[in-house]
């Protein structure tokens, strides 16, 4: 599917700094551009470069408020964006999120690396990509992003209701073994 853009759009962020992690949603963009075969052979390592930092450029500007600390404590910044998660993991799991509770867990512990990074950390990069394409094919970047992480949650229940505070964050720190289409099918 081809998505389009304006020139609005396509204005660089000069506002946002670089935010620690960014080279992870890099990455991914990067990785299908130097494989795509429009660029043929002889392409110069250039075309791709500025076609990754464009694309990045874009992405970062429909997601910003997440990476601004200014708007932290509002709905669009990243805390506003957790506390969004955790209410909606007590309306569609009570147990699970009772089990949270009794731990005293921060959501803010393994929710922050998920929607800053799109889960670019938690699963091999074929994996990544089929995700990102979940996630990014909506007008809004984000709101995909709560479903995923309360799949993931719902995956990983059992495990998660027989572990303690360090056994919940262990748990949530190694997705690699769920199967994406179980998350998104």
């Not at 130097?34 to 500007?61: P, Q």
């Amino acid at each position: 599917e081809i998505y389009t853009l304006s020139l609005h759009d396509a204005l660089p962020i000069f506002d946002l700094s670089y935010v620690q992690g960014m080279n992870e949603i890099i990455a991914p963009i990067y990785y299908v551009f130097s494989f795509d075969k429009t660029y043929g052979v002889e392409s110069s390592i250039d075309n791709i470069e500025a076609d990754t930092f464009w694309t990045f450029n874009c992405l970062m500007t429909q997601i910003k408020d997440t990476f601004n600390r200014e708007k932290d404590g509002e709905d669009i910044g990243l805390s506003g964006k957790v506390k969004r998660l955790k209410s909606m993991l007590e309306i569609v799991d009570p147990q699970l999120y009772s089990h949270f509770e009794r731990y005293k867990l921060e959501f803010s512990n393994f929710a922050y690396r998920w929607f800053i990074l799109f889960f670019s950390q938690d699963f091999l990069m074929i994996d990544i990509l089929r995700l990102w394409d979940y996630i990014f094919a909506p007008e809004d970047k984000i709101e995909n992003c709560y479903f995923i992480s309360l799949a993931i949650l719902l995956i990983k229940k059992d495990e998660l209701l027989v572990s303690d505070l360090t056994g919940i964050l262990s748990n949530l720190k190694v997705l690699k073994g769920i199967n994406i289409e179980e998350i998104i099918g």
